[in-house]
């Protein structure tokens, strides 16, 4: 056990649904042989059901209690480095805003309403976008939650017109330099 005082050397990945976490995540996993952890992912398998169903059955309370929990578990055990990506509505909850920051160094990967549209306009897996309007249900979302995931970032990177590749190299320059 290396005790709580390394987890900063875990790579968290955080921002809004379509920003690139779970893609970016996968590169710098390669790039640095470390393990790739996907919170949804990992709530989906403990609970046996997809994240739509989750929402649809236990409501958005439930699933986010699912997030709290995870994180600290996270916290608790010690998996050795890693990178997790977070799901996009993780550090609403302040408590989880808190728990991000101790399980690692945070990044926020930021994109605009119109790239993130651009990539899930044809993803109906996302309960929240199921809308009239899903663009400018994007930019409500988004500028409701900006404030959220600057308060549990470390660091920002915009993704906007930037290669996946790039964007991995810039995080590995910063958990070098760090």
Not at 22 to 48: C, F, H, N, Q, R
Not at 82 to 99: F, H, M, V, W
Not at 136 to 147: D, G, N
Request: charged fraction near 35%; aromatic fraction near 8%; hydrophobic fraction near 35%.
């Amino acid at each position: 056990m290396n005790g709580h005082n390394d987890r900063k050397e875990n790579i968290i990945l955080t921002g809004f649904m379509g920003s690139g976490k779970t893609s970016i995540g996968a590169v710098l996993s390669e790039k640095l042989g470390l393990p790739l952890y996907d919170t949804d992912s990992m709530i989906e398998e403990s609970e046996g059901m997809s994240i739509s169903s989750i929402f649809a059955e236990k409501g958005e309370a439930a699933f986010r209690d699912m997030e709290t929990q995870l994180l600290k578990k996270i916290y608790d055990e010690d998996a050795g480095r890693a990178i997790y990506s977070l799901g996009g509505g993780t550090p609403l909850r302040d408590e989880n805003a808190e728990l991000i920051k101790k399980c690692g160094t945070v990044f926020y990967l930021r994109a605009k309403a119109g790239t993130i549209y651009e990539r899930l306009k044809d993803d109906d897996t996302r309960p929240l976008l199921r809308t009239e309007d899903p663009r400018s249900r994007i930019e409500e979302l988004l500028t409701a939650r900006e404030p959220k995931y600057r308060a549990a970032a470390d660091h920002y990177i915009d993704t906007d017109g930037e290669t996946f590749e790039v964007i991995a190299e810039k995080i590995i320059g910063f958990v070098k330099n760090s």
